[in-house]
């Protein structure tokens, strides 16, 4: 089954085709990150309109990649949220266009669903699986009992792992967006600035990261202000380790409660370094597993892939009515 995938969500506009789940054999992937930069983050105004830009070249070039032709598609897996509106609705409405023109099923597909089958591309499943999603702007740790099931154990109460990282990232004078440049200045610093690990031992599976956000950016302000030299590798190293103690501790705490056979790491900031490092450390009794990098941010594949089990699950399709929704439950 050739599964045709679009992601417009946020800034990247991705077309992938994705054969039975799991064998990619196109994820075109048009960045917009270079347009945004100069304004510290995503302006979702211009992000509509780089869709708009993108969106038939990058449909040209997937198709191309893959060598097939719409004919050969036997179902479109598209996006619907959570997200900024007007990038939904780029590809939700290119999507619908295919659909419309060569009679090809079309699914609205979780953009977070979409991340936990990014594991899955090119590895098997083995329920039951406990999901530590972090990006942009989710934090979460998610059960799955089988196939396409998902029940929320805890959640951020306020700023997403990813947002804290770009938030301090902007505060220490760092590029948009600021995970990956954190994630590297980390590697040659030292955790010596004593941040706190916030809600480390609550009882629950929630987390919380203003607080430490806040915290790292008062420090910064005071040392600047009594002209102590500042090490910014020191910051982003400390910063890190708190960040990943926490990340780490309460998935241990789910995965045992939960007796999973698998742990998962999705979202953007799968692709930090430290967290790879200090998940597989800390968890050898039963696999841990993270995208592969280019399946970590935002792509295509993974919401084909998703889509493909979305569908093989109900065997339901949507209607051409289908919408974008900024905010989505996955439950
Ligand atoms: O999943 P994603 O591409 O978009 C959302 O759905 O939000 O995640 C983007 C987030 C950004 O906040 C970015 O700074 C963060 O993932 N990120 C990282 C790393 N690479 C990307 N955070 C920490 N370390 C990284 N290596
Ligand atoms: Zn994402």
Known sequence: MNVLGVETSCDETSVSIVRDGNV?????????IDI??????????IASREH?????YVFD?????????????????VTKGPGLIGSLLIGINAAKVISLNYGIPIIGVHHISGHIYANYIEQGMEFPILALVVSGGHTELILMKEHYDFTKLGETQDD??????????RVLGLEYPGGPVVDRLAGGGEDNLDFPRPMIN?????????????????????MK?????????????????????????????AKNKYKVKQVIVAGGVAANSGLRKKMKAKITDIPVYFPKMQYCTDNAAMIAAAGYFQYKKNGESDDLYINGYSRLDLE
């Open 24 to 32: 990619v054999l196109a994820n075109e992937v048009l960045s917009q």
């Open 36 to 45: 945004h930069k100069v304004y510290g983050g995503v302006v979702p105004e």
């Open 52 to 56: 708009i830009k993108g969106i038939t």
């Open 61 to 77: 070039q997937a198709m191309k990649k893959a060598n097939l032709n719409f004919e050969d598609i036997d179902l479109i897996a």
């Open 160 to 169: 997403a792992v990813g947002e804290a990282y770009d938030k301090i990232a």
């Open 202 to 222: 609550s009882n629950d599976f929630n987390f919380s990261f203003s607080g430490l956000k806040s915290h790292v950016i008062n420090t910064h302000h005071n």
């Open 225 to 253: 202000q009594r002209n102590e030299k500042i090490n910014i590798d020191d910051f982003c190293a400390s910063f890190q380790e708190a960040v990943t103690d926490v990340l780490v501790k309460k998935t241990i705490q």
